[in-house]
């Protein structure tokens, strides 16, 4: 499998519910992001590693925690979300975080409904 | 700071029509500037960049030429399918930001295309 993937693709969860995205790019990336898609609004940058150490964090809410354990795959964890973080959650990589212009290679996202 | 601003939609078209979808951004320092799409039900895929002034980013019939001085990346094709109904995004990466390759995104513009 080539680019990058996100699983599951569909996620409906209750308020007091825990669960995990995960993301996993098949392209050699050094840097991994996740993003949330929210309608109306621009693209939201949650999360960033670089060589699997986190670099950055968007002032996101302390009830998504991300993992990364390795280069290839990035995971999201989910607990006690509310209605408004029902969104789509797009991960992505690129060949460096350091400059130079990279494009991002984005997965398919994981659309998530909080219930 | 960083921002881009792309025209709102929703943009409906005839097929064959002419398209512009227009971008303008801010930016610290000299950024690369990209089109990405998002097709109904996938994550965004990078359409188009350029990298330096007077660049004329192209891709699937599509162009948009980096205009420094107006500080803008228009996005035109001039005869659209129907297969080109998606979401466009407008987005920059500034490397003189701190933390650098942070895409900025604009808030998408969707268009569709009529047979």
């Known amino acids: 499998e080539t680019g990058v993937t996100q699983t599951p693709r569909h996620l409906v969860m209750g308020m007091t519910n825990k669960k995990s995205l995960k993301c996993e790019q098949h392209?050699?990336?050094?840097?991994m992001y996740w993003y949330k898609q929210s309608a109306k609004k621009p693209l939201e940058l949650m999360f960033v590693y670089s060589l699997e150490e986190r670099v950055e964090n968007n002032s996101v809410p302390s009830r998504f925690s991300p993992e990364c354990p390795n280069s290839s795959h990035l995971f999201l964890h989910l607990h006690t979300l509310q209605p408004e973080d029902s969104a789509l959650y797009l991960c992505a990589s690129s060949p460096s975080f350091n400059g130079g212009g990279y494009e991002q290679y984005f997965g398919p996202g994981t659309r998530l409904t909080v219930t | 700071g960083n921002s881009v601003t792309q025209m709102e939609g929703p943009v409906t078209l005839s097929e064959e029509a002419f398209l512009t979808i227009n971008c303008t951004y801010t930016a610290t320092g000299y950024p690369s500037l990209f089109w990405y799409v998002q097709y109904p039900g996938e994550g965004l895929q990078l359409l188009l960049k350029?990298?330096?002034?007077?660049d004329k980013g192209s891709n699937k019939g599509f162009e948009a030429t980096y205009r420094k001085e107006t500080t803008s990346f228009h996005l035109e094709k001039g005869s659209v399918q129907v297969s080109d109904s998606a979401v466009y995004f407008c987005?920059?990466?500034?490397?003189?930001?701190?933390?650098?390759?942070?895409?900025?995104f604009g808030t998408g513009t969707r268009l569709t295309v009529i047979p």
């Open positions: 392209l050699g990336h050094n840097a």
């Open positions: 987005a920059l990466i500034d490397p003189l930001e701190t933390g650098a390759n942070n895409l900025f």
């Open positions: 350029a990298t330096k002034a007077d």
